[in-house]
């Protein structure tokens, strides 16, 4: 039994619900969770306490959100001191085409390296779009980005692309090493 730290900052939503879900297949699997929103409870996240964490953010215009970096900057010690993830949410992760793969590999790899860390698992997972999220001009442009993926937008307003089965493989990996 481990105690693990989940943090994430989600701005429309999905990393929340993915973080949620993280927290509860490790507590399923036995383990200690704790789960932290960083735009509510920033002043409570420390990782000192912990023997793993995982730290979850959603890609806007090709970077994370600065709560990501000033969460690292804070308490980069005692996440590099111990088993860690990160876990990169973006539209990009379902796309097919390669050069958006690689495009959104140099996103991640761009962030880990200026943050100084090297988790031992960076999992790219596909968002979702909320269509009540979304300003008139955001919901234009990722609606246009679901047609050229050749997917279909959900007439509900909430069209999800997370595999929640390939995040359960993840997070099977991640507890194997706690
Ligand atoms: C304004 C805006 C910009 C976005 N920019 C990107 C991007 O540069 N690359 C990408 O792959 N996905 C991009 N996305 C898609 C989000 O990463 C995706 O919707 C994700 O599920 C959002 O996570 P959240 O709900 O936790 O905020 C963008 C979404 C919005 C609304």
Redesign the pocket.
């Known amino acids: 039994m481990a105690r693990v730290l989940v943090v994430?900052?989600?701005?429309?939503?999905?990393?929340?619900?993915?973080s949620h879900h993280m927290a509860r297949r490790l507590e399923d699997a036995g383990h200690i969770v704790r789960l932290i929103n960083l735009k509510t409870d920033a002043s409570e996240a420390g990782a000192d306490d912990y023997d793993a964490s995982i730290l979850?953010?959603?890609?806007?215009?090709?970077?994370y959100?600065p709560e990501i970096s000033s969460f690292l900057m804070r308490h980069g010690p005692a996440v590099r001191s111990h088993v860690s993830a990160f876990v990169t949410?973006?539209?990009?992760?379902?796309?097919h085409d390669a050069t958006?793969i690689s495009?959104?590999n140099e996103?991640a790899n761009r962030f880990l390296f200026e943050a100084g860390w090297q988790p031992d698992f960076t999992e790219h997972v596909?968002?979702?779009?909320?269509d009540d999220?979304?300003?008139a001009?955001?919901?234009v442009?990722?609606h246009q980005?679901v047609q050229q993926h050749g997917e279909q937008l959900d007439p509900s307003g909430h069209t999800e692309?997370?595999d929640w089965r390939k995040l359960n493989t993840f997070l099977d990996a991640f507890a194997a090493r706690l």
């Open positions: 994430y900052f989600s701005k429309e939503g999905q990393t929340e619900h993915i979850a953010g959603s890609i806007h215009r090709g970077s959100a949410v973006s539209l990009s992760a379902a796309s958006e495009a959104l996103i596909a968002g979702a779009v909320h999220q979304l300003n001009f955001e919901k442009v990722l980005i692309f997370t």
